[in-house]
């Protein structure tokens, strides 16, 4: 199964692509267990229900679609599981296992049971741990990892290229010096 | 395309073989095929057919295999020295390079050999740029006292490069400048708004600069003939190293094998790997080329009256290398011992980049795969000349807005990172230094009989590098970039030279040069073999010294030139 075809058929399991996130906007507080309707390749479903908590996160559904309505879980799967090396592999696992850890020992709860400014509180810490100044970013670290594929996965995705930013297959024309409002968001592709 | 379907088992004598469908190659079949020849051509890779064989050229970004990177391991077993470039190895275009287990070579020092092994070689992802030389170039070598000096002029190119740029279709501008002559253009490309505003401020504050749209192969204006062909016009999806299926670049695939193969004269034959040029001792001519059938591993001869050697310039040397015999113990037509030495490329992954302000309401649209043009302005004259360095260069860069890919490495995730995502970013203008790499007898290639391919063939070991020269030339690549984009206002501006790599430009040249003594020099003023006159090398071997442009647009006016030479000479039953 391609990464597509994975996206569109979330999106018929889902019936429409918002419902899910959309209802958990609504029920920010009172969630359900987490639960994912994908089958994994390399994450476990519990896993897999904690990377979707937390590229929900890093890109929000807004009145755009966001990285789980883009297939960003998905995508990061098949990274997993054809893409990277043991070593990253292994720091992204880790890196899953801490901020469930990290959940658990602030607020008693699974990551993805907790509210989303309890999550945003837990994300805000690894993302300054990750980029702040003087950080050595040449040594692998889980949050670094999770953003890129979050944004790579995003931007390169149907939902991400097209109902986001702006995205033409065959522009037939070159156009130097245009007002921005003429295109009004940032093209998917350079 | 005429694939092989058994004609050359009862008869495998042509008028005219060519070795290789590259760039030059595709030249040399549509000029030999046009000109009436029976031409045979021999492809070492697998058949390319233009369109229904480029596999990715429509895929969106959503449909590329892991967003198109590719995995490291994949990259360590297949592709180290083809990853080198940085761009080479994606899901989009892998599948046009050549795995380097498959294909070793030996490095004495680094070089990067880039190389592509199929029907079309590098010009389905050739960059595009097409300049012509101009009479600094080709009397350079002379005035310098280095090397030898090329047996042409400008004036005997000046027709070809006519010749070539209207059938191919080059965009550009001319600009009347001495050092970059003008040339056939369709209409040259936009500039950007940051780019205009360049070109405009450092116009005003340099006397001696030019910015210039790229000169491109791309149809802005398709004529008739082109669009006979089936060619049409760029669409700027800047997709083009996937294959064009709009044939709106100039391809071997995509123009001149389709042209060649029009006149009914002409006969591919791909998976032919050659192994070397049959010599009779008695007519001291070339007879034939025997091949390895990549797919039957059988040996087998083909025959001519005339042998073009297009396999690129160090597979063309190998090749003579490889046909060593007693009358050449060295390697075929090598009484000069030039053969495989001379090993240039262009230096570049020098230069400068900034940020421009003042345009934050301006966006494009397209994707142009093209950028702007500084032409060369050091040693064009007495009042540019340097101290350090002789010969000069040209930058080619461009102006662009940021994209997504920038929040990658900030701090920031959530609905205000989203928010970023969605709007381009600064624009940056950078440019990138092109220079020229003189030629030196001890920058060589040899046969390396120890180390041998899969299909147990001699492979090559390169000894190559970039000495005082062009050293000197890289420290003023970048300081002269830096001061010309502060000069026109651009902030934060940063100079680089990364690591750059014989090979890496892609450009290889030099390795049977053309001259006008025998004793120093391969071939002569129509890239003929001093000593086997029924043999020419029409691609990058032939180059006597490197000039600072893009070389492959002078290739395809040699072969031209050449190939009109040849068949003349034929008819005169001087061949």
């Known amino acids: 199964m391609n990464r597509r ?50 590229v929900g996160r890093i890109i929000p559904l807004t009145d755009t679609p966001g990285a789980i309505e883009a297939g960003v879980p998905q995508f990061i799967d098949t990274m997993m599981a054809g893409f990277y ?14 901020v469930e850890e990290d959940a658990k020992a602030a607020h008693g709860k699974p990551f993805a049971k907790l509210s989303e400014e309890e999550q945003d509180a837990l994300l805000t810490k690894l993302d300054q741990a990750a980029f702040a100044d003087g950080v050595d970013r040449g040594t692998p670290d889980f949050f670094r990892m999770a953003k890129e594929l979050t944004v790579l996965g995003f931007c390169t995705s149907e939902a991400g290229a097209t109902e986001f930013l702006k995205y033409e297959p065959v522009p037939g024309d070159y156009k130097g010096c245009i007002p921005y409002s003429e295109v009004g968001a940032a093209w998917a592709t350079s | 395309m005429s694939n092989i379907n058994g004609k050359w088992q009862q008869d495998n004598t042509y008028d005219a073989i060519v070795i290789g469908s590259g760039i030059s190659g595709g030249w040399a079949a549509k000029e030999l095929s046009e000109k009436g020849l029976k031409t045979l051509v021999l492809e070492r890779g697998r058949m390319v057919k233009h369109v229904t064989d480029y596999p990715t050229m429509n895929f969106n970004p959503w449909d590329l295999k892991y967003a198109d990177r590719v995995p490291q391991d994949e990259i360590d077993k297949h592709y180290p020295k083809q990853n080198r470039t940085g761009y080479t190895v994606r899901q989009g275009w892998k599948h046009w390079f050549v795995k380097d287990d498959e294909h070793p070579y030996t490095e004495v020092k680094r070089f990067d050999w880039i190389r592509g092994y199929h029907v079309g070689g590098r ?74 505003d360049l070109k405009g401020k450092v116009e005003s504050k340099f006397a001696d600069r030019k910015i210039t749209m790229g000169r491109t192969a791309h149809l802005t204006e398709p004529t008739e003939q082109q669009k006979k062909l089936g060619r049409g016009k760029c669409q700027f999806r800047n997709l083009c190293m996937r294959g064009c299926p709009y044939g709106a670049y100039f391809s071997s695939n995509g123009a001149s094998l389709i042209a060649a193969e029009q006149t009914g004269n002409m006969t591919l034959r791909p998976n032919s790997i050659v192994h070397s040029i049959i010599y009779d001792k008695e007519k001291d001519k070339a007879t034939g080329v025997k091949i390895l059938d990549a797919e039957s591993k059988q040996e087998m001869e083909f025959y001519a009256k005339i042998i073009f050697v297009n396999a690129s310039a160090l597979n063309s040397a190998w090749i003579l290398m490889n046909s060593a015999n ?129 299909y147990g063939m001699p492979t090559l070991t390169m000894d190559v590098e970039i000495k005082e020269n062009e050293l000197n030339m890289r420290k003023d690549m970048q300081a002269s970039a830096i001061e010309m984009l502060e000069a026109a206002g651009i902030k934060d501006v940063k100079g680089y030279d990364r690591n750059y790599g014989p090979g890496l430009g892609i450009h290889e040249m030099g390795t049977a040069r053309m001259g006008r003594d025998p004793k120093t020099s391969v071939l002569n003023s129509w890239n003929q073999m001093h000593d086997v006159k029924n043999v020419f090398i029409t691609d990058g071997a032939c180059m006597t010294s490197a000039a600072c442009v893009n070389p492959s647009l002078t290739y395809m006016a040699l072969t031209a030139r050449a190939a009109d030479y040849a068949v003349s000479e034929l008819k005169k039953g001087n061949l």
């Open chain 1, 85 to 98: 090396q043991e070593k990253e592999k292994n720091t992204f696992r880790e890196g899953l296992k801490k």
């Open chain 2, 326 to 454: 007693e009358r050449f113990p060295t390697g075929l037509g090598n009484s000069s011992d030039q053969l495989g030495r001379n090993v240039m490329d262009h230096h570049f992954q020098v230069g400068a980049s900034g940020n421009a302000e003042g345009f934050e309401d301006r966006y494009y649209s397209g994707r142009r795969a093209n950028g702007i043009y500084i032409p060369r302005y050091r040693n064009v004259d007495a009042k540019s000349r340097q101290k350090d360095f002789i010969r000069g260069y040209g930058y080619q860069g461009g102006a662009s807005r940021e994209g997504w890919s920038r929040l990658i490495a900030e701090m920031n995730f959530g609905k205000g990172m989203k928010e970023q995502l969605h709007e381009p970013g600064r624009w940056t203008m950078g440019i990138n230094g092109f220079g020229e790499f003189l030629p030196y007898e001890d920058n060589r290639i040899t046969l390396n009989k120890d180390v041998l391919d899969m």
């Open chain 2, 123 to 196: 010009s389905i992802v050739w960059g595009r740029q097409s300049y012509r030389w101009s009479d600094l170039d080709f009397e350079a070598n002379l005035k310098d006292g280095i090397a030898v000096d090329w047996p042409i002029r400008y004036k005997d190119i000046a027709p070809w490069y006519d010749y070539v740029e209207e059938w191919i279709g080059v965009s550009g501008s001319n600009e009347g400048l001495p050092q970059l002559p003008d040339g056939k253009f369709q209409p040259p490309m936009e500039m950007n708004c940051v780019e205009t």
């Open chain 1, 5 to 54: 075809e994975a996206i569109k058929r979330t999106s018929i399991l889902l019936g429409g692509t918002l419902s899910a996130s959309a209802m958990m906007g609504v029920l920010n507080g009172c969630k359900a267990e987490p639960s994912i309707t994908w089958a994994p390749e390399y994450f476990t479903t519990d896993e897999g229900g904690l990377v979707e908590a937390i």
